[in-house]
């Protein structure tokens, strides 16, 4: 079997719900950064692309069922291409990526492009059909941006939840305080206004057609947990999680170019990292935020590595307090997490996140040096993702 490798990663700024972005279509949206990475490889035949595999959580409006072709089609990508759009809820695109580099190693292609993308804003409401023509009674639509919805009765009611009691109910396991979670809170804002401050985006992110919005668009510069702590409970009266630290909801898109070690020449550039290790864990749904704990000590097992040897880890911050729980389960020093901020500060569009962690990481471990990173995120109904990267630049 044949190695995978990142070539390029781009990504939108993340926008607020109904900000910046929300006047975008979702396909649209795939379209900014599918044509943004082939931009960045001019010597790529787009036509040479073996598949387009692409990430997305709610697929019921815009983003049309399988928004991945929607978008390479928009952006001129020759029709000859095939894509596929998988949904692994908030780990799509990282899914997405997963699938991507099995495809390069076990020869099926080589050059794969793989990415994701999610409009919260523009996630439509929907109506149940009924099971005869014109019922008797009112009818409720049901809102496709987050969370459960339509439910089975058949489903125990611990697992169904909101995803904020799930995480309420972690901090009652782990006794993870008000007070930390909104330190990492503040932490996640201020490094990810340095992050941008210093450049560290401008490469990695490109702006939209039609838009204004050249950063993104949650960070709030000055954050402080003082101020943090001032924010009331949302999901408990006597509550931890608020809205400043959780991620809010967000748009967005990524993108993430895949090749073989042979595909160096016909990409024209050289690789970013390669896809050393991953893996997938499941538990109790109202447990997934704790689910990247395993998926991570997985994926470094099949790397052939452990923690000792990591010097990066991006972990998507859906909530500050499953973000913690994470972190205190691995072996780490919790600087070298989320070194230029994260989701509570970023924006966790769900489809696109993944594959800001990875052009994320990729970029950390070339900056700083390390060899090995992690990147890994938790999916709603009790599942993790993660992926671990090699920078051969520092063997």
């Not at 994701?116 to 996630?123: L, Y």
């Not at 039609?210 to 101020?227: K, Q």
């Not at 060899?371 to 090699?390: D, M, N, P, S, T």
Request: hydrophobic residues 45%.
């Amino acid at each position: 079997m044949s190695s995978s490798y990142v070539y390029a990663a781009v990504r939108t700024p993340f926008g607020r719900f109904n900000g910046g972005l929300s006047g975008v279509r979702t396909d649209d949206l795939g379209a900014a950064v599918v044509s943004s990475v082939l931009a960045r490889t001019p010597d790529l035949d787009p036509a040479a692309i073996g598949d387009i595999v692409w990430g997305n959580a709610n697929g019921a409006g815009e983003d049309n069922r399988n928004v991945g072709r929607m978008a390479a089609l928009l952006a001129g990508v020759p029709v000859s291409v095939p894509a596929v759009t998988v949904n692994r809820l908030c780990g799509s695109s990282l899914e997405s990526l997963i699938g991507g580099a099995r495809a390069i190693e076990t020869g099926d292609a080589d050059i794969v492009l793989t990415g994701g993308v999610e409009s919260m804003t523009r996630a439509p409401w929907v109506l149940p059909k009924p099971d005869r023509a014109f019922p008797i009674g009112d009818v409720t639509a049901v809102s496709t941006a987050l969370g459960w919805r339509l439910v089975n009765p058949a489903m125990p009611k611990e697992w169904t939840v909101s995803l904020g009691e799930a995480n309420e109910q972690l901090q009652e396991r782990f006794g993870i305080s008000r007070e930390r979670q909104d330190a990492f809170a503040a932490r996640s804002h201020q490094l990810a206004e340095q992050a941008w401050a210093d450049g560290f985006y401008d490469d990695l992110v490109v702006p939209v057609e039609g838009t204004d919005l050249v950063r993104d668009e949650g960070i709030r510069a000055g954050s402080t947990p003082e101020a943090l702590a001032g924010l009331k409970p949302v999901f408990r009266k006597d509550g931890t999680i608020t809205a400043g630290n959780a991620s809010p909801l967000s748009d967005g898109a990524s993108a993430v170019l895949l090749g073989a070690e042979s595909a160096a020449d016909r990409i024209g550039t050289t690789p970013l990292a390669r896809v050393a290790g991953r893996a997938a864990y499941a538990l109790e749904p109202q447990a997934f935020g704790y689910a990247p704990v395993e998926a991570a000590n997985a994926a470094l097992k099949r790397a052939g590595i452990d923690w000792s040897d990591v010097g990066a880890v991006e972990l998507n911050e859906a909530f500050a307090v499953q973000s913690l729980a994470c972190v205190d389960a691995w072996p780490i020093d919790p600087e070298i997490v989320n070194q230029k901020g994260g989701a509570i500060a970023i924006g966790h569009p769900l489809g696109a996140s993944g594959g800001r962690l990875i052009g994320t990481l990729a970029k950390v471990l070339r900056e700083t040096g390390q060899r090995w990173g992690v990147a890994g995120i938790c999916i709603g109904v009790g599942q993790g993702l993660a992926v671990v990267l090699e920078n051969e630049e520092a063997k």
